[in-house]
């Protein structure tokens, strides 16, 4: 716990380069979510550059939103060198079980090239070990206690870190499971909003080697920027403006004051 404020400290040192490969819906937002942070974002998707920016970066963030054929190469061509330069890599599988297409690659890039960590809502988690589970899309109609025993399964076959995200979010590294109870309903009406907990997660493997921590202090920012923000909005619009500025404001002492974390 008095971990978590340090990471945040961290990555205002650091400014860690982050490497996103990401959904043209969020692109934007993302890069202002990271600047806000404190990282310093980089938005790279082209097959003949992947492996060159992977290599500058301190982490790398493979978001399948809006995927195609040619995106979906540069991201297993950026994941292989990830594995290669042993550059953190956080995986979000958006909207997996809403097509084949979106299955078959979520599969085949956590198989081949085991992400340290996996960020998705419950509906999200549960679909990577149940190929027969058909999702809405990239909403979840599932609660993140309903995905831990998926998680468990996913973290102890791959060995890393599977974050459930929702109205409490799970982290969860084999058997052990931490859970983050910040943040407001509203987060889940601005699109975006977990692709950008996702980007957290690369800002903060980039600068903590401990997966299930840095997963942890990921989630711990997104909910305790969340209820910062809840009372000074008065719905999505606002909410999503604000919660940019509370970013670029979030504290240390904040963090450690409105953290609600059992683990
Ligand atoms: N009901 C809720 N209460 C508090 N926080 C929430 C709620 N729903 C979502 N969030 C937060 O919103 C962010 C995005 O999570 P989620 O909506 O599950 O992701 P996705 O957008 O990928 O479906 C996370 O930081 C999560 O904690
Ligand atoms: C709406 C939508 N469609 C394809 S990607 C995307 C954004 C999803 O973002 P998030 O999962 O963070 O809400
Ligand atoms: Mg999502």
Redesign the pocket.
Known sequence: MNQIPSILTAIREKSPLVHNIT????MNNTANALLAIGASPVMAHAKEEVEDIVTISSALVI?M??LSKNWVEAMKLAAQKASKTKTPFVF?P??VGASTYRTETAQEIIATYTPDVIRG?ASEIMALTNSTLSTK???STHNSLDAIQAAKQLSKELGNTIVISGEKDIIVTGEKVSTVSNGDALM?K?????????AMVGACIAVEGNTHLAATAAMAIMGVTGDITKNASNGPGSFQMNFLDNLHLLTSDQLSEYLILNE
């Not at 601005?190 to 996702?198: F, P, R, V």
């Open positions: 959904n043209y819906v969020v978001n939103g809006t979000d958006v909207g809502n899309g990239v909403d889940a601005i699109t975006g909003m977990g692709c950008t907990a996702t």
